[in-house]
C-alpha cells in the first residue's frame, strides 16, 4: 500500500519533535536505600521539570554517573544508609554537577559542615517539605547566583499555615501542633499533592517505604486527623468512598466585616 507523498516525514518530524522535548528535560540521578523515598524524590523532581533516574545503592549511583551525564544529583541518607565525607567527596566528583544532599541527621552542625565540605551544594532535613526540595531543585538548576548561596528555607506557607520540616510543626497565629517523625512522613507525602486523591497503597509506600502497612497507615491518619484538628475547615485529612484520602488544604475564610 502506498503511502501520501510526504507522509513518512511528517511522522519522523513528529518524533524527532517530541524527542527534542524529551532532551530538554534536566536530567537528574536520584540516590536513596529506601524504596518509598525514592519514589516521592523522583515524583518531586517531575514537579520541579526534571526527568528523573533512580537507583538504591551508592555503587550503582558511580556506575550511571559514568555512564551518562546528568544535571543534577539528590542524595538521600539515613541513619542505617550513611556515607563517610570521602564517599560523598568521590560521588560529587563523578558527578560532576551540582548535588543536593536530603540528610535525617542534618541537625547536627558537625554532620552538616562535613557534607558541606564533601562537596554538597546544599542539605536539607530528612523528611523533607517537598516545595523546599522542589525550590532546591530548580536553584541549582538555574546556576549559581547570589540567592543560591542561602540554603533554601524549611519553612512553607500554605493556606495561612506553615509547615516546618525541621521542627515537624504545624503552626498558624494561634495554635502550633507537633509532630512525630512518622506522622510528618504522611503529611509530607499528602503535602507533595494537596487536595488530591490517593489509596492507601499509593501513601504508605511512599511515606514509609516497604515495611509499611495499611494498617498502620489507617492508624496514623486517625492521629494525624486528631492533631490538624485546630486548623479544621482550612487543612484536614480526608476520606471518601470510592476516591481515596487527600490532604485539603484551602484559604481560611474571613469574617464578614
Not at 516545595?131 to 540554603?151: E, F
Request: one cysteine or more.
Amino acid at each position: 500500500m502506498l503511502e501520501p507523498a510526504g507522509g513518512n516525514a511528517i511522522g519522523k518530524s513528529k518524533t524527532q519533535s517530541r524527542s527534542r522535548q524529551r532532551a530538554k528535560l534536566p536530567r537528574i540521578l536520584v540516590v536513596d536505600a529506601n524504596a518509598g523515598y525514592r519514589s516521592v524524590i523522583s515524583h518531586v523532581v517531575e514537579l520541579a521539570g526534571g526527568e528523573s533516574e533512580s537507583v538504591a545503592e551508592f555503587d550503582a549511583a558511580k556506575r550511571q554517573l559514568e555512564r551518562r551525564r546528568f544535571d543534577l544529583v539528590i542524595f538521600g541518607m539515613s541513619a542505617d544508609s550513611r556515607l563517610k565525607p570521602k564517599q560523598l567527596g568521590d560521588l560529587r566528583a563523578a558527578a560532576r554537577c551540582p548535588f543536593i544532599l536530603l540528610d535525617e541527621s542534618s541537625s547536627d552542625a558537625g554532620d552538616t559542615l562535613e557534607t558541606f565540605e564533601a562537596g554538597a551544594s546544599q542539605v536539607l532535613p530528612k523528611p523533607f517539605v517537598p516545595d523546599a526540595l522542589i525550590g532546591a531543585i530548580k536553584s541549582q538548576l538555574r546556576g549559581p547566583d547570589l540567592a543560591s548561596v542561602v540554603s533554601i528555607a524549611t519553612k512553607i506557607e500554605l493556606g495561612g499555615l506553615i509547615f516546618d520540616a525541621k521542627q515537624r510543626s504545624v503552626h498558624n497565629g494561634e495554635a502550633t501542633v507537633s509532630l512525630t517523625k512518622r506522622e510528618w512522613q504522611l503529611l509530607s507525602f499528602f503535602l507533595t499533592n494537596p487536595n488530591q486523591f490517593f489509596s492507601a497503597e499509593d501513601v504508605a509506600l511512599p511515606a514509609w517505604g516497604p515495611e509499611a502497612s495499611i494498617e498502620q497507615f489507617r492508624t496514623y491518619v486517625t492521629r494525624l486527623r486528631h492533631k490538624l484538628l485546630p486548623f479544621r475547615g482550612v487543612c484536614e485529612v480526608v476520606n471518601e468512598k470510592g476516591k481515596g484520602y487527600r490532604l485539603v488544604v484551602q484559604q481560611p475564610t474571613l469574617p464578614v466585616s
